[in-house]
């Protein structure tokens, strides 16, 4: 069976997560010199903090964000530590807690984010999640892909493009991070849905530094030359798992699936090394963090969003190539 026939369709349709009751600013304790503010009818000032603004995967959540400012009038800040540092992050937050009327964040840490989380509901300013959820904390609402399903989804794919056998290598950038074991979760419940055939052979973690994330799936590969699926997580490995294929002429014996609809994955995509690619709607995430947070301070309720799941392969890829 051909691949377009699991693709899922290439607009992303929005729905709010199950289980999760509206939020309303009548329950919430505002902060008085946020609505004054909000009396005055003056400028909100709003913070979008993600968790890493120096992958490759910024750009397009900034994007959303300040689409977000320009067409609801609002001052939208997308703030965020360069590497994944929870505490870069925390102490950013906390230095900017008297400045902003309203935050989204996307957590490097759901553990360490938390209580930061919670300390800034408390002082009366609304707080979503985007991207990467923090269910351990209070936040009102999160605007992003279900990370689990996303990863069911890739183990699907993997298992198809491999014709229901093979052994497969999962990649990550972060193995820690909880939207990667989100993922992975979702990822193995996908894989072993296909039956005894399919084996997961390891899960490599391989930083995010670009020329190592080669090089460790380079040297993995070297060390297990029987694997013949590169399961990636994220952005930034998926490329790097094509490259090795391309370079090492292994089209016909290594198959990928990924994420994201970075460039040289759409290239990739289409010259055939990586077999599918799953968006999560970035520039979408980036504008509901900032669209949640005014329709609340608006007295509009607010539910969780998913920005779902949108399957590209070489059949139609080219609706999203330059």
């Not at 691949?3 to 902060?31: G, T």
């Not at 977000?68 to 950013?92: C, L, M, R, Y």
């Not at 399903?149 to 497969?168: R, T, Y």
């Not at 952005?235 to 990924?258: L, S």
């Amino acid at each position: 069976m051909k691949l377009r026939h699991l693709i899922l369709a290439a607009a992303i349709s929005l729905v709010p997560l199950a289980a999760h009751a509206e939020q309303k600013l009548s329950d919430f304790k505002l902060a008085d010199r946020i609505k004054a503010k909000l009396d005055a009818g003056q400028t909100l000032d709003l913070y979008v903090s993600y968790q890493d603004t120096s992958d490759e995967f910024a750009p397009f959540l900034k994007a959303g964000v300040e689409r977000g400012a320009a067409e609801n009038k609002v001052n939208a800040t997308f703030i965020g530590p360069v590497g994944s540092d929870a505490d870069a992050q925390i102490n950013e937050l906390e230095n900017l807690m008297s400045k902003m009327d309203g935050l989204a964040v996307s957590s490097v840490s759901t553990d360490a984010l938390a209580p930061v989380i919670d300390r800034i509901l408390e002082a009366g300013i609304p707080v979503v999640t985007f991207n990467t959820d923090n269910p351990d904390s209070k936040r009102l609402a999160f605007a992003g892909q279900d990370l689990v399903q996303s990863g069911v989804e890739a183990g699907k794919l993997m298992a198809q493009v491999l014709g229901g056998k093979g052994k497969v290598m999962i990649i990550t950038l972060d193995a820690a991070a909880q939207w990667s074991l989100d993922r992975e979760k979702g990822a193995r419940e996908g894989l072993a849905a296909a039956g005894p055939d399919i084996e997961i052979v390891n899960t490599l973690n391989t930083g995010s530094d670009p020329q190592k994330m080669y090089s460790a799936i380079e040297n993995a590969m070297l060390a297990d030359p029987s694997v013949t699926g590169l399961l990636s997580l994220e952005c930034c490995t998926t490329p790097a798992a094509g490259t090795w294929v391309q370079r090492n002429g292994q089209i016909d014996k290594v198959k990928v699936v990924g994420f994201d609809l970075l460039d040289q994955t759409v290239d990739l995509v289409q010259s055939g090394e990586i077999q599918a690619t799953i968006d999560q709607a970035p520039e979408k995430q980036g504008f509901a963090a900032v669209d949640m947070l005014v329709k609340f301070l608006a007295g509009t309720p607010i539910d969780n969003l998913d920005t779902g799941v949108g399957i590209y392969t070489k059949d139609n890829i080219a609706e999203v190539a330059n």
